[in-house]
């Protein structure tokens, strides 16, 4: 699984701090274009990855061609650190995107073991966290609530009038496990009760707090 935490956070200060320190030493940033691939599923694990700006998605295909979205991971959030030797999800650039880049030997070699398996350690519990927090989503009986719980988790920690909305309504589809056609359909539901309003395709402001987060309780 892809794991991923933000660098700040208090819980993961030392070993946050030895890869960013090796990151903003000995990493290079590269840009990619929306869609590009950044690695692929099954992708020896060589390199650790944080994100600058825009957003990335990870993915995989299942065996029957279906596409399931694992995450979507902002400015400041690592992904690609994983405890096995090969990439379990296809990160790719949700829109134009940079990324910082640096070899998981380098970590290695300024960072020490010790504090690599630290920060893998805590990497693996915070995204087993988030793993949980995404089948409970996915076990939402209806798709009202599995829309209402996903614009929920990314309007909370925001203080600004408007949430981006950074993905698109495939993207959303494949994340919850619905269709786009229902995915749309609900939120046009939403806005048609008032919960929330998007003023435009990628922008919403939710309008009754507490009748989403019943939703999405």
Request: hydrophobic share 40%.
């Amino acid at each position: 699984m892809t794991l991923a935490y933000p660098l700040e956070d208090p819980r993961t200060a030392a070993p946050s701090r030895a890869l960013s320190d090796v990151l903003d030493r000995l990493g290079v940033r590269l840009a990619y274009a929306k869609d590009a691939e950044i690695y692929a599923q099954e992708d020896e694990v060589e390199f650790l990855y944080q994100v600058v700006s825009g957003v990335v998605r990870t993915m995989r295909l299942n065996a029957d061609g279906r596409r399931q979205v694992g995450d979507f991971y902002v400015a400041g959030e690592m992904f690609g650190l994983e405890p096995g030797p090969d990439h379990q999800f296809t990160a790719e650039a949700l829109c134009d995107c940079q990324v910082q880049v640096v070899r998981r030997a380098a970590v290695r070699a300024l960072a020490g073991d010790r504090e690599l398996d630290r920060a893998i350690l805590e990497a693996t519990r915070r995204e087993l966290q988030r793993m949980q927090e995404h089948v409970l989503l996915l076990g939402r009986r209806s798709a009202r609530e599995k829309v209402a719980g996903f614009l929920m988790s990314l309007a909370q920690d925001h203080t600004e009038d408007c949430v981006q909305l950074p993905m698109g309504r495939q993207d959303m589809a494949d994340y919850l496990g619905l269709t786009i056609e229902t995915v749309s359909r609900t939120l046009t539901q939403l806005q048609g009760d008032a919960i929330v309003e998007f003023p435009e395709l990628r922008r919403f402001r939710v309008t009754r707090w507490a009748a989403l987060e019943d939703l999405a309780a």
